[in-house]
């Protein structure tokens, strides 16, 4: 979609009437009928932002675990630098083969910069370096992340900062990235009306209707259904197979 940043509506203070918004501004009343207490709210670093952190913590009695990249210049700098001799992990991940990539993962956290960071109701800060080598090629990468979370070390150890941090990914990995890859959703031509909005639906809803079926490899089986269009419909229900099985 070419109109990533019109995400939602918001109501117009005495009025009936709605004013569109983008990301940052919708987060908050998007949230307001999911109960937060005790929860850990990740978000992707568009949302590192004072004002959502504060709200998400006092307000809500909930916690935040941001990831903090070069919208947020002067944090990104004063945590990286900090980083910048880090020393022995404070955890470090088994190696792990998935997706043709050997793939190891370690964490360093810190909260002496708690009373530093010009960011409200920090509990600690984080550094995470994620190496990675493709097994075919041999060929190695290393990306290293920088964070901050309102948790404490007593409420989360370095071990649990790390898999939040991963648990995050999962919704990246498991949605957008398969509809980005499969449908090439972000160069689409569909731009007016409500054809932008009715097609990333009915993407998602292919998606779906597969994972509930328990496809593991979406773009596999969507190439499969390209050639043999007998199985879209038994996946659509609407063969006589389908009902056949569902009675044994």
């Known amino acids: 979609m ?11 203070e005495g009025s009936d009437e709605f004013k569109q918004t983008n990301e940052i501004k ?3 009343p998007l949230l307001e009928g999911v109960e937060l207490e005790g929860v850990v709210v990740t978000a992707d670093a568009l949302l590192t932002q004072c004002e959502f952190g ?3 913590v006092e ?3 909930a916690h935040y675990h941001f990831t903090v990249k070069a919208n947020q210049k002067n944090l990104l700098d004063d945590i990286s630098v900090y980083f910048q001799e880090r020393g022995k992990a404070d ?5 792990e083969l998935a997706h043709g990539r050997i793939e190891s993962r370690s964490i360093w956290t810190t909260t002496a910069l708690n009373g530093y960071l010009k960011f409200p109701c920090v509990g600690q800060a ?13 060929e190695s990468s290393q990306e290293i992340i920088f964070g901050i979370t309102s948790q404490t070390p007593e409420q989360a150890g370095p071990e649990k900062v790390l898999a939040t941090n991963r648990g995050h990914w999962v919704i990246e990995n498991g ?3 398969i509809i980005d890859a499969i449908y090439d959703e972000d160069r689409s031509q569909i731009r007016t009306g409500h054809g932008p909005e009715n097609m990333t639906r009915l993407r998602r809803f292919a998606v779906g209707l597969l994972k509930s079926r328990g496809v593991k490899n979406i773009a596999q089986k969507m190439r499969q259904m390209a050639y043999r269009t007998r199985m879209l419909f038994d996946y659509l229900r609407m063969t006589k197979k389908y ?5 044994k």
């Open 126 to 138: 984080f550094a995470i370096e994620r190496n990675a080598t493709i097994k075919k090629t041999g």
């Open 59 to 61: 307000d809500r009695q």
């Open 91 to 95: 955890f470090t991940e088994p190696t």
């Open 26 to 28: 919708i987060a908050a």
């Open 243 to 247: 009902w056949q099985e569902v009675g």
């Open 54 to 56: 504060r709200h998400l």
């Open 175 to 177: 949605c957008h990235y």
């Open 2 to 12: 070419l109109r990533p940043k019109k995400v939602g509506l918001i109501p117009i």
